[in-house]
T-cell receptor, first 111, second 112 residues
Framework: RKEVEQDPGPFNVPEGATVAFNCTYS??????FFWYRQDCRKEPKLLMS???SGNEDGRFTAQLNRASQYISLLIRDSKLSDSATYLC????????????FGKGTMLLVSP | NAGVTQTPKFRILKIGQSMTLQCAQD?????MYWYRQDPGMGLKLIYY???????DKGEVPNGYNVSRSTTEDFPLRLELAAPSQTSVYFC???????????FGPGTRLLVL
């Protein structure tokens, strides 16, 4: 099982739709979880951290399921500006002592 | 705060040439990282540093070298450029292990 796995997409949705992405991770000892957003030809930027009890930031909701080792991101009322690649990020607890980035899920929101 | 800055934004190298990619952060972060991202692929860690004077290899260190003489700066050196090093290079920093990483705008490198 890869450390962090995501469906690459693309997910094509109309404006106003609700869309959800899932991500699975292999290391049960992982403690930190994040969703990053990466626009085309730009650097990744933190979208939100993911907390055990789940958390919401405006139209974005993140959930963590430790038992099944997956993280989800829900986007409500999609905007054209939400079109981007969403990266699932988990702290790896590997010898690198750093974060492991998934390859990302591409979202395309159309008018 | 400027955050994480990188220079140059874009560079074309000939095979065998060398160059240094510059990275600086003004957030007083201990941890700094270098990643490469190939088209359609995820980020791969090249090298990282946990503080001034301390560096370590990541997943794909071959063909690269780093140094960390100050907290602020973390340059990446390519000694003998090869076409396989054509990629986008991102520098990042974080306050501590496992915490949010902040990225620079990237350097696009083309080796011909």
């Amino acid at each position: 099982r890869k450390e962090v796995e995501q469906d690459p997409g693309p997910f094509n949705v109309p404006e106003g739709a609700t869309v959800a992405f899932n991500c699975t991770y292999s290391n049960s000892a992982s403690q930190s979880f994040f969703w990053y957003r990466q626009d085309c030809r730009k650097e990744p930027k933190l979208l939100m951290s993911v907390y055990s009890s789940g958390n919401e930031d405006g139209r974005f909701t993140a959930q963590l399921n430790r038992a099944s080792q997956y993280i989800s991101l829900l986007i409500r009322d999609s905007k054209l500006s939400d079109s981007a690649t969403y990266l699932c990020v988990v702290n790896s607890n590997s010898g690198y002592s750093t974060l492991t980035f998934g390859k990302g899920t591409m979202l395309l929101v159309s008018p | 705060n400027a955050g994480v800055t990188q220079t140059p934004k874009f560079r074309i190298l000939k095979i065998g040439q060398s160059m240094t990619l510059q990275c600086a952060q003004d957030m007083n972060h201990n941890y700094m990282y270098w990643y490469r991202q190939d088209p359609g692929m995820g980020l791969k860690l090249i090298y990282y540093s946990v503080g001034a004077g301390i560096t370590d290899k990541g997943e794909v260190p071959n063909g690269y070298n780093v140094s960390r003489s100050t907290t602020e700066d973390f340059p990446l050196r390519l000694e003998l450029a090869a076409p396989s090093q054509t990629s986008v290079y991102f520098c990042a920093s974080s306050r501590d292990r496992g915490e949010t990483q902040y990225f620079g705008p990237g350097t696009r490198l083309l080796v011909l």
